[in-house]
């Protein structure tokens, strides 16, 4: 079992839809959660870290439920600028240290 | 955030050659990483690098194949000996920022992207 893993992509939706990412963890003690963009053909980059009691930035909302060592994504009012993959990232430590990435899952939004 | 300067951008080698891959920082930081991101897939942590002492490799990767120095606490380099072409990926470094406020972040460098023939 990989130690993150999310939805297989891709996902092909029209701007202007809503559309949620699942990610679920394998190691309970994990304590760093985020959310990472990869444009095609660039590096990663952090759109938002999680935390335990959900946060918000603008259209994008993300969840963690540590029980169920689940994250989730939503992305509301979708962009043609929101097509890319999206990370999910999960770091065994408090602060500093490796990062686990899932898979990534593909977002493609059409006019 | 953090300014990573990483080159080459990207190299075509030969099998059985080796190629050394910089990463600058424009500040000190304490920890930077070197991932491994093959094609049609995710990232792979390589190792962690800190200033003064042996990287720390993960499991599957080796010094000899993947050594690194890190003279500085703003640059450090990562080679892939004696490539084959198994070794063509994108090869990333990363450094770790704190936040106020938030969890420490980790920053990356537009990545060497690596073809080896």
């Known amino acids: 079992r990989k130690e993150v893993e999310q939805d297989p992509g891709p996902f092909n939706v029209p701007e202007g839809a809503t559309v949620a990412f699942n990610c679920t963890y394998s190691n309970s003690a994990s304590q760093s959660f985020f959310w990472y963009r990869q444009d095609c053909r660039k590096e990663p980059k952090l759109l938002m870290s999680v935390y335990s009691s959900g946060n918000e930035d603008g259209r994008f909302t993300a969840q963690l439920n540590r029980a169920s060592q689940y994250i989730s994504l939503l992305i509301r009012d979708s962009k043609l600028s929101d097509s890319a993959t999206y990370l999910c990232v999960v770091g065994p430590y408090n602060q500093g240290g490796k990062l686990i990435f899932g898979q990534g899952t593909e977002l493609s939004v059409k006019p | 955030s953090a300014v990573i300067s990483q080159k080459p951008s990207r190299d075509i080698c030969q099998r059985g050659t080796s190629l050394t891959i910089q990463c600058q920082v424009d500040?000190?930081?304490?920890?930077m990483f070197w991932y491994r991101q093959q094609p049609g897939q995710s990232l792979t942590l390589i190792a962690t690098?800190?200033?003064?002492?042996?990287?720390?490799?993960e499991s599957g990767f080796v010094i000899d194949k993947f050594p690194i120095s890190r003279p500085n606490l703003t640059f450090s380099t990562l080679t892939v000996s004696n490539m084959s072409p198994e070794d063509s990926s994108i090869y990333l470094c990363s450094v770790e920022r704190a936040r106020s406020g938030t969890k420490n972040i980790q920053y990356f460098g537009a990545g060497t992207r690596l073809s080896v023939l």
């Open positions: 690098a800190n200033q003064g002492s042996e990287a720390t490799y």
């Open positions: 500040s000190q930081v304490t920890m």
